[in-house]
């Protein structure tokens, strides 16, 4: 069973991306992060979710080490602690903009500010198979 973590769970995004791991068979989901509903249960956030996790959500600081790592946050705030986040499992998925482009250059011209951690952009690949089938497979 690959156990997983969210960070950022509490969002739109990571609800949807929770929704839908609770429904894969070979995944477990462990933890999610919510820094404004600690100690909630997820499903008071996402009703959608009663009935099928009694996962509470815990600190980003309180974070356990995991398999795969979800990184469900507003775009900006994955790369400012992106070493910490990396450091939590073996594999990180970002599931915002902040790693999508290699170049620390091209980040600046179309986000408008530099990059928080450039040394990490060109570690990732961005996740669209039908352009990046062969790199994602290799990925962490």
Not at 1 to 21: D, F, H, N, W
Not at 59 to 77: I, K, M, W, Y
Not at 78 to 93: D, R
Not at 97 to 109: E, G, I, Q, T
């Amino acid at each position: 069973m690959i156990k997983a973590a969210i960070v950022g769970a509490s969002g739109y995004t990571g609800g949807e991306l929770l929704r839908l791991l609770l429904g894969h068979p070979q995944i477990e989901v462990t933890q999610v992060t919510s820094e404004h509903h600690l100690g909630e249960y997820v499903y008071s956030l996402h009703p959608n979710l009663r009935k099928r996790t009694t996962l509470k959500f815990v600190s980003r600081q309180t974070l356990q080490p995991c398999d795969v790592l979800f990184l469900a946050l507003p775009h900006g705030e994955a790369q400012k602690q992106i070493e910490h986040y990396a450091g939590l499992a073996g594999k990180v998925i970002d599931l915002s903009a902040d790693f999508r482009l290699r170049d620390a250059a091209f980040y600046k011209k179309w986000y408008g500010a530099d990059h928080a951690a450039p040394q990490w952009l060109g570690k990732f690949v961005y996740g669209l198979p039908e352009l990046h089938r062969e790199e994602i497979k290799s990925a962490s």
